[in-house]
């Protein structure tokens, strides 16, 4: 049985897919947490002077600033410029069908280069609250949105293939 699953890609989603991507990369994650752990430190001793020393300089409100601001605004920020960058390409708005079956997947659309992945090449699924997210490598994945099934059984088709390929589905507490 073959599924085909058809939508429109919309700017938003493919800037919250690339941000999701980016941050399972193990690299980027641990980079991520070590930076968090630092800038929460900095921030902790950065009040603990206020509070203790009760003196205050520029470089210490630039420095708590620029801590919060890495913990709290990295995400939008990120956000902001892959979508202002997914913007410009044009890479947005085009019909996309992704055809499911034994052999593999293969997706084409309007502008687009057809591709096709082997269920040999994908190692693991993440499955989101609004759809799939498929790592074709280490520098690209497939965006496959809920709403482009046809019918809500073919999802767990698509699952059923992912478990007969022994491909891990990790479910993810998420909206893209």
């Known amino acids: 049985m073959t599924i085909k699953i058809q939508y429109q890609t919309t700017p938003e989603h493919l800037a919250s897919a690339s941000l999701f991507f980016l941050e399972k990369k193990p690299l980027v994650n641990l980079s991520s947490i070590l930076f968090n752990i630092l800038a929460v430190l900095l921030s902790l001793m950065i009040i ?3 509070f203790l020393i009760k003196n205050i300089a520029v470089l210490d409100l630039a420095g ?3 801590c919060m601001l890495w913990v709290f605004g990295r995400r939008p920020l990120t956000h902001k410029l892959l979508l ?3 913007l410009s390409q044009g890479v947005f708005q085009k019909m996309l069908t992704i055809l499911v079956s034994k052999n593999g997947l293969v997706w084409q659309g309007e502008g687009l280069k057809q591709g096709n992945l082997s269920w040999q ?3 693991m699924v993440y499955k989101l609250s609004n759809g799939y997210l498929l790592p074709t490598n280490a520098a690209r994945f ?3 949105p809920f709403e482009g099934f046809i019918e809500p059984a073919e999802t767990n088709q698509f699952e059923q293939y992912c478990r007969e390929m022994n491909i891990k589905v990790k479910n993810i507490n998420r909206r893209i």
């Open 121 to 123: 090449d994908l190692k």
């Open 142 to 144: 497939l965006w496959v």
């Open 64 to 66: 708590f600033f620029f």
């Open 84 to 86: 202002k960058r997914i």
């Open 48 to 50: 603990l002077k206020i």
